[in-house]
C-alpha cells in the first residue's frame, strides 16, 4: 500500500502530516509527502521522502514577505500542485490532502481512479451550522453582527471559488475532469477526517457532512533539550515561554508579555521563532532559545504565551501547562476561545494591539493555582494515538 500526503503553510501545517507519515510507515506502508522545499530539513530528520510543491513559502527564509510576494506565489499555487500532485500520486492508493488550498489533490485522485480523503486539523475549517468559518487570511474582518452561521459559510464557499475556482476548472478540463461547483466543498468530500483531540476540539456536528474525529497527529519528539536550556531550567522556578511559531507578530507584542511576565514574579524564556524576537535588556532572568523541543519542555514550565496554533495548544493541553493565547490569523481565535473555555489559561483579542494591563490580567489568570491544576485535570483527557487512528482508518479504507 501506498500513501501520498500533501501538505502546505508553515511548520505547524507540515507537522501534523509528519506524524500521520510516519504512523503509516511503522504500519508498514509506503508514504510520501508532498510539502514546500523550504522543510526539507525536517524531513531529512525524520527519514520521510519529501516530493518538493512549489517554490519557498515566500517569508519562510526569515524576511517578511511583500504582499506582491504573496499574491505571485497564490497566483502559481494551482499549477504547482497540479504538475506535482498529479505525478506524485502515480502508484499511489489513496491521496490525503490537508489543507483546503490543496486543490489538485482530489482531482489527481479521480484521474487514476484512486481513493481520496480530505483532513483538517481544526473544526472551523470544515462547514457547521454550530460554528461560523474561521478567517481565511490574516487581518479579515469579522462579519457583521446578526449574519447566522448558514450564510457565512455560504459566503465562505463563494470566496473560494472566486480565488481557486477558474483555475480548478481549467486544470480539470486538461484531464479530462468535469468542472467542479463549489471548490471547498469539493476538496472537502465526503467523510472528512478532523485530525483534532475531541476534548480541545470536538466536532459540533452537521446535518450534511459526516466527519471522522481521529485526535491530533503528533510527531514523537524524543531530542534532548540544550544544555543551556536545561541550566537555566535548573536555575530557578518554572519560567514563562513567550513564543509564536511561524507567525508575525505585531511590534510591541513580546516587550508587552515579557513585561507582563516579570510583573508577576517570573522568568522568562523567549523564542525567537519567524518573528525574530529578541531580548528587551540584558537582564539574567531572560533566555532567548531557538527551535527546541516543546513536548520535552512545556511540563518544566509554569505557563505558555503562544499564538494559539493547533499545534503548540495542544501540546501545551498534554503538558498540563497553563496557556495564555494571543491569536494573530485563522483558526488561532477559535483555540484561544477553546483554552479559555477549558479553564487551562486565558486568551487575549485576536491580532489587538499590545494591551499591558490585558497582557498582566491574562498571566495572572495562567499562573493561578486553580488554573495549574485544571490544566492538570484536562492534560489526562488529552489522545495521544490520532495518528494512529487515523492510519487504520487509511488502510482500512483500502482493505
Known amino acids: 500500500m501506498q500513501v501520498l500526503l500533501s501538505a502546505s503553510g508553515t511548520r505547524g501545517d507540515i507537522e501534523p502530516a509528519l506524524g500521520l507519515a510516519l ?10 509527502v508532498c510539502a514546500p522545499p523550504n522543510f526539507a530539513p525536517r524531513f531529512t530528520e525524520l527519514g520521510v521522502p519529501l516530493v518538493p510543491l512549489g517554490p519557498p513559502i515566500p517569508g519562510s527564509d526569515g524576511e517578511r514577505a511583500t ?21 506524485a500520486a502515480v502508484g499511489c492508493d489513496v491521496v490525503v490532502s490537508t489543507g483546503i488550498t490543496e486543490i489538485a489533490g482530489r482531482s489527481a485522485a479521480e484521474r487514476l481512479g484512486i481513493h481520496y480523503r480530505y483532513a483538517s486539523y481544526q473544526p472551523t475549517g470544515l462547514p457547521s451550522p454550530h460554528h461560523a468559518p474561521m478567517p481565511r487570511m490574516a487581518g479579515e474582518l469579522p462579519p457583521p453582527a446578526g449574519i447566522g452561521n448558514p450564510t457565512l459559510w455560504e459566503i465562505d464557499a463563494q470566496g473560494w471559488n472566486a480565488q481557486f475556482g477558474a483555475a480548478l476548472d481549467a486544470h480539470r478540463a486538461a484531464l479530462g475532469l ?7 466543498d469539493h476538496v472537502i468530500a465526503d467523510r472528512p477526517l478532523l485530525a483534532a483531540d475531541p476534548v480541545l476540539g470536538p466536532w459540533p456536528g452537521s446535518p450534511d457532512l459526516e466527519v471522522v474525529q481521529t485526535g491530533a497527529w503528533i510527531v514523537p519528539d524524543a ?5 543551556e536550556l536545561t541550566a537555566f531550567l535548573d536555575a530557578g522556578t518554572p519560567p ?21 511576565v516579570r510583573a508577576h ?38 505557563a505558555v504565551v503562544h499564538h494559539g496554533g493547533a499545534g503548540t495548544t495542544t501540546i501545551a493541553a498534554r503538558a498540563g501547562v497553563p496557556q495564555v493565547v494571543i491569536p494573530q490569523m485563522t483558526d488561532q481565535g477559535y483555540w484561544a476561545r477553546r483554552v479559555a473555555e477549558l479553564g487551562i489559561g486565558a486568551s487575549l483579542p485576536e491580532n489587538a494591539d499590545p494591551d ?4 498582566s490580567a491574562a498571566v495572572g489568570t495562567a499562573l493561578a493555582a486553580g488554573t495549574r491544576a485544571r490544566a492538570g485535570e484536562v492534560a489526562g483527557t488529552v489522545g495521544t494515538d490520532g495518528a494512529a487512528v487515523a492510519a487504520t482508518l487509511l488502510i482500512d479504507s483500502i482493505g
Not at 504512523?23 to 510520501?32: A, M, P, S, T, Y
Not at 468535469?178 to 471547498?184: G, S
Not at 531530542?223 to 544544555?227: A, I, N, T, Y
Open 356 to 359: 499591558p494591563e490585558l497582557s
Open 67 to 87: 504582499r506582491a510576494e504573496l499574491l505571485v506565489y497564490m497566483a502559481e499555487w494551482p499549477a504547482a500542485q497540479f504538475d506535482t500532485i498529479s505525478a
Open 178 to 184: 468535469p468542472a467542479v461547483r463549489n471548490v471547498r
Open 223 to 227: 531530542r534532548p533539550l540544550p544544555g
Open 23 to 32: 504512523r503509516l510507515r511503522e504500519f508498514g506502508v509506503g508514504v510520501r
Open 240 to 260: 514563562v515561554y513567550i513564543g509564536f511559531g511561524s507567525m508575525r507578530v505585531r511590534d510591541g507584542v513580546a516587550r508587552v508579555a515579557i513585561d507582563a
Open 265 to 302: 514574579g517570573r522568568r522568562v524564556l523567549l523564542s525567537r521563532g519567524w518573528a525574530r524576537l529578541a531580548a528587551i535588556d540584558d537582564r539574567c532572568d531572560c533566555l532567548v532559545v531557538g527551535e527546541v523541543n516543546h513536548q520535552a519542555l512545556f511540563p518544566r514550565l509554569a
